[in-house]
Every structure is written in structure tokens, then in C-alpha cells.
């Protein structure tokens, strides 16, 4: 009785729990940076982003990378001088590998990110994402910091003053189950 | 029986370790002219942004330079005040029409990549520059003509007469095209 009790409990919870697994592959995505000025913000964003991913055993992986030339703010201007300031011509994609639970139940998905990017890879470990499932796969958002100094960044300067060391990044993302 | 199934069952979890097929940047699919960014356009962009960059300070002086030039004209008209208020007003105005010019000179000179649209606050500080270029190169030659009719004691006529209220317009949009750099509209 007691056995069967757990089983059940076991069974129920497994019912209830969303867990990712198999194979997956980015269908849509948006990421976007904002640059603080010292009296200005500068958004601009990316949907070119193309990612593949994997979750087995509890625990995923995924890769995901954008060109760096995607990313189109309202100045076009900027977006050139920012092929500069990141080393574009030498490093062409920023890749982010994503290794986290597979379980979301909690609608929450921890990931640690490794973020290769200006030709240095950093670590950016525990950012939170939003997690839902979805009819083929899978939705995530969150935000982390980008720390252009840790990736050897010359900020850009208005009036002699750099932009702030801290880049918020946004990323929001479908995933299709392949 | 159950516990032994249990522990074991905890233990492999705690001891497994998960192999991933390694992901690659080549498996996404990238095409190498998609992602490509020419070295000669970040080149050239390092040329834009050092003028560009001398280009916004002076910019900066300027503003302050046409501000005063713009101060001193309400005493321009006197020739017998004790500080000879009228060649305060002259002389900075030559000092601002330097400036300005060699503000716009770093603005001109700037190399352009061909596919660089203007758009955004670049696109209003730009247009703007029509409305304030043409007035500085007529408001100094019009500042002239008007000086010398004092000198003469001649009362200007026509556009000369109105040397200050197209400096004024210059200056509202030579203002106007520094701050849209600095704030978004």
C-alpha cells in the first residue's frame, strides 16, 4: 500500500512536471542590447539569430549566435561605428552557450550562459529565464548584463563621457521541438 | 527492496553525466557573406568616429562661441560704450564663423560607407544642417554690410536689415541640430 502510495506520487508529479527533452532548434528570436549614454539610451536589436539545442537527462544545452551586423538601432550610423567597437571584421557572431535544467515546470528555466563575444568568452552564471511551454516546443525571455570591460570593449564616448560599462541584453526566444 | 531501488536510482542520477553531442557554431547554418563584416568599412568607421568625434566637441565650442556672438549683438549698435561693445560682437562672430566652418569641415570630411543611411537623429541633425549652413555662410557677409552702413550712418534696408533675425534662425538651428544628437526625439 505504502509503495503504491509513492508510485502514485511519483506518477503525479512526473504528470505535472514540464521537462524539456529531445532536440530543438531556434524558430524565432529577438535580442536587443540598450547602450546608456549619459543623457540618452540607445536600443537596437537583432531577429537574426539561429540556434540549435539538445536536452537529455534532466539538463539541456543549447547554442545560439547572432552576427553582429544584425543588430540595427534607429541610427544606422551607430550601428556602424558599433562594428568597429566590437571587432566585427574579426569576430563576425556573438554565440551564447546556454546550459541549464531541462525541468520548467516552475516557469522558470536557471541557465548559466557563455558568452563569446568580441572574441573573449565570459561566464554569466544563474541568469533567469521565463519558461512556457509551447504546441512545438518552447518560449523563454530574460535579461542579463553584457560587461563590455570584462570583454576588452572601448566604450564609445559622447562628450567625452563612455557609455555605461553594463549593456543590458534582452532576449526572448521560440524553440521548436525537431 | 523499494529503498535499495531507490538509492540506486539517486545514485546513478547524482553520477551520470550527461553527454551532449558538442554543439558547433558551423552546424547553425550561417553563411559566410551573411555574417561577414568588411575590415575596410570598420576602417573606415575608425577614420568617421576620430573626425566625427572632433567634429562634436567643436560643435560643442561653437555653441558657446554663436551664444555669445548672439549676447553681445543687443550692445553691437553702440560705438561709444567703454568696452567697444561693437567689435566684442564682430570679433566673435568671426571667431564662431571659424569654428563653425571647421566644425563642419570634419563633418564633411568624414568618410561615408556607401551603404550608411542617415536615419534617426543623424537624419534631423543632418537636415538641419541645410537651415544653418546657408545662413552662416550670408549672416558674416550681411554682419558686414550691416557695420559698414553704421559706419556710414546709413540705416539698413532689405536682407541686410535682417542680419539678426536670420542669425537668430541659425542659431535656433544650429542648436536644434546639437541637441538632437544628445537627446532622442
Known amino acids: ?178 | 527492496m523499494f529503498r535499495k531501488f531507490m538509492a540506486t536510482v539517486f545514485l546513478v542520477s547524482i553520477y551520470s553525466t550527461t553527454a551532449f553531442a558538442e554543439l558547433s557554431l558551423n552546424d547553425l547554418g550561417f553563411k559566410k557573406e551573411d555574417i561577414k563584416v568588411d575590415s575596410k568599412t570598420v576602417q573606415m568607421m575608425e577614420v568617421r568616429k576620430n573626425k566625427l568625434q572632433i567634429h562634436q566637441k567643436l560643435g560643442l565650442a561653437t555653441m558657446a562661441a554663436m551664444t555669445a556672438t548672439l549676447l553681445l549683438s543687443d550692445t553691437a549698435e553702440s560705438e561709444d560704450g567703454p568696452y567697444n561693445t561693437n567689435n566684442a560682437h564682430k570679433y566673435a562672430g568671426i571667431a564662431t564663423g571659424l569654428m563653425y566652418w571647421t566644425t563642419a569641415y570634419f563633418s564633411l570630411t568624414a568618410p561615408k560607407p556607401d551603404d550608411m543611411k542617415d536615419n534617426g537623429s543623424t537624419k534631423i541633425h543632418k537636415t538641419l544642417a541645410w537651415v544653418h549652413a546657408p545662413l552662416m555662410a550670408l549672416v558674416p557677409v550681411l554682419g558686414y554690410l550691416h557695420d559698414q552702413n553704421n559706419k556710414k550712418g546709413k540705416a539698413s534696408t532689405g536682407l541686410v536689415s535682417a542680419h539678426g533675425s536670420l542669425a537668430t534662425v541659425a542659431y535656433a538651428a544650429f542648436m536644434a541640430a546639437g541637441l538632437t544628437m544628445y537627446f532622442d526625439f
Open chain 1, 1 to 178: 500500500m505504502k509503495i503504491i502510495l509513492i508510485a502514485l506520487t511519483i506518477l503525479s508529479t512526473s504528470v505535472q512536471a514540464e521537462v524539456l527533452s529531445g532536440n530543438y532548434e531556434l524558430k524565432k528570436s529577438k535580442v536587443d542590447y540598450l547602450v546608456t549614454y549619459l543623457i540618452k539610451k540607445a536600443p537596437a536589436e537583432s531577429v537574426e539569430s539561429k540556434g540549435k539545442g539538445e536536452c537529455k537527462d534532466a539538463a539541456c544545452e543549447f547554442l545560439i549566435a547572432a552576427p553582429v551586423k544584425s543588430f540595427v538601432s534607429k541610427d544606422s550610423n551607430r550601428d556602424l561605428n558599433m562594428l568597429g567597437v566590437v571587432k566585427g571584421d574579426k569576430f563576425p557572431l556573438v554565440a551564447v552557450h546556454v546550459k541549464s535544467k531541462s525541468d520548467i515546470s516552475s516557469g522558470k528555466l536557471i541557465a548559466d550562459l557563455e558568452v563569446d563575444f568580441a572574441g573573449i568568452k565570459l561566464n554569466y552564471p544563474g541568469v533567469v529565464f521565463t519558461a512556457t511551454k509551447t504546441a512545438d516546443g518552447f518560449h523563454v525571455a530574460g535579461k542579463f548584463d553584457l560587461l563590455l570591460l570584462k570583454h576588452k570593449i572601448e566604450r564609445p564616448t559622447l562628450l567625452g563621457v563612455a557609455i555605461d560599462e553594463n549593456v543590458p541584453m534582452t532576449i526572448e526566444a521560440d524553440w521548436k521541438k525537431i
